[in-house]
């Protein structure tokens, strides 16, 4: 929604700044530790020059306990404000992100509602798709930001299924009205945003790569447990599959590494397959592996807990992913009221 939010209002000749007053995921970049999102905004749109005030706080492992026998809360809220003064120094606007909830945060206390009434600062709130459970949670986030005074613009709900767009738009659209509360967009789920990388999967599970190097940037569209027979998972195949198999079942790895071939008329590759259990096939299987070029993943854990770990998996959107940022931007453009945000801001 930032790379969106920021990519309009550059469109509209607003020099725009960003800032993630308080960051929970964080990446080294030279020698401070910075939020992702942060880190992913200053290079994609170059508005990288002032990183350590765009990030101006992580929480690190451990931050939260030592702050709670040790809290300098008036620390952080001078930290935040000067941060904040600074970015905002010869600038149109600022996009301040929050940090999951509007109570998020209160344990360090500064929750994204307590930043936005310390920052002056006017709110969205971004919901998952739904109705009752969407409307709910926003009602029950609207509460902390009212209580801390704080305006809400209005609501954009995010990741709603295609086949129910419609119905889901106008019930939002008359539910958030009868609160008061102004619907800014609904936006339709769009897989390719929450499709990791072979790489990424490798990086983030701790998977060793046998073969495949040059193909490891495929997207995961996909992925199945190829615990049957192989003539059964063949029916599961699709473009972009992630086959995850026992490294001794050979009937399995061959069928995927068959699906590479045509079927019903059409060519499609899969994505990769992860060899799990520590077990690996015989020399001429991985020699044939390798002349295929598929990416090749190892694990020593059990199938199952390989599926379990990639079920939960979120992988943040990266530098890298010049085709998800130009989607994201694209859903935002079309889907998001940017100009009724600008008229009431």
Known sequence: MSLGLFR?????????????????????????????????????????????????????????????FKPHKDKLKNILEKSFKKLTKGKDAIIVEGTGHAGVG????????????LLNSKAIIISGGGIGKC?????????????NNVEVLGVIVNKVMPEKYDRIKKALACGLKNKGVRLLGVIPIQPLLSAPTVNQVMNRLNLKLL???????????????????????????????????????????????????????????????????????????????????????????DTYTIAAKLEHLICKIQKTDKDKIEEATRLVKKYVDVDTILANV
Do not use: W
Not at 12 to 25: D, I, L
Not at 106 to 117: K, L, P, Q
Not at 265 to 276: D, E, K, N, V, Y
């Open 106 to 117: 209160a344990v360090i206390d500064f929750s994204n509602a307590d930043v936005a009434r």
């Open 211 to 301: 073969c495949g190097k040059k193909e490891v940037n495929k997207r995961v569209k996909h992925t199945i447990v190829a615990a049957m027979e192989p003539h059964n998972m063949i029916h599961y195949l699709k473009d972009g599959t992630l086959v995850i198999t026992s490294g001794d079942r050979v009937d399995n790895i061959l069928a995927a590494v068959s699906s590479h071939l045509i079927r019903d008329g059409r060519s499609f590759q899969i994505a990769g397959i992860i060899l799990t259990g520590g077990l690996m096939p015989n020399p001429k299987i991985v020699d044939l592996l390798e002349k295929s070029q598929i990416p090749i993943l190892i694990s020593d854990q």
């Open 135 to 147: 409307i709910d949670e926003i009602m029950l986030n609207k509460a902390l930001f009212d209580l």
């Open 8 to 68: 309009a209002l550059k469109d509209k000749k607003f020099k725009t700044a960003f800032m993630k007053p308080v960051g929970q995921q964080v990446v080294n970049v030279g020698d401070i530790n910075v939020d992702k999102d942060t880190y992913l905004i200053g290079e994609v749109f170059r508005a990288n020059k002032n990183l350590r005030d765009m990030s101006p706080i992580t929480i690190g492992r451990g931050y939260t306990e030592k702050y709670i």
